[in-house]
Nanobody
Framework: QVQLVESGGDSVQPGGSLRLSCEVS????????IEWHRQAPGKQRELVAR???????NYGDFVEGRFTISRDSAQNAAYLQMTELRPEDTAVYYC???????????WGQGTQVTVSS
């Protein structure tokens, strides 16, 4: 059974940092591309970052150089390093894994990030 488990969410002050983890089981991560999305109450879900199986990376416009997505084949996990956090970054962050041929997407349960004074 394929499972994705996010961790690392916490409550931090503005300007702080967090490292989110996405642990994948039941499928080899190297054959997939990984995305991080986030959703705040009353707001639309938005793409934070994406990394493909070839290492191509994309970020949402709001990231502005503050976040870094990565993957570790030995650990079968993906990560989102976040710095210079702002109150507007407050949201539930979700990891998803995407497979081509045939297409399939797997979602984690999410981890809460709260940025406040």
């Amino acid at each position: 059974q394929v499972q994705l488990v996010e961790s690392g969410g916490d409550s931090v002050q503005p300007g702080g940092s967090l490292r989110l983890s996405c642990e994948v089981s039941g499928i080899t991560l190297d054959t997939l591309f990984i995305e991080w999305h986030r959703q705040a109450p009353g707001k639309q879900r938005e793409l934070v970052a994406r990394i493909t199986s070839f290492g191509r990376i994309n970020y949402g416009d709001f990231v502005e150089g503050r976040f870094t997505i990565s993957r570790d084949s030995a650990q079968n996990a993906a990560y989102l390093q976040m710095t210079e956090l702002r109150p507007e970054d407050t949201a539930v962050y979700y990891c998803s894994a995407h497979r081509n041929g045939p297409f399939k997407v797997y979602w984690g349960q999410g981890t809460q990030v709260t940025v406040s004074s």
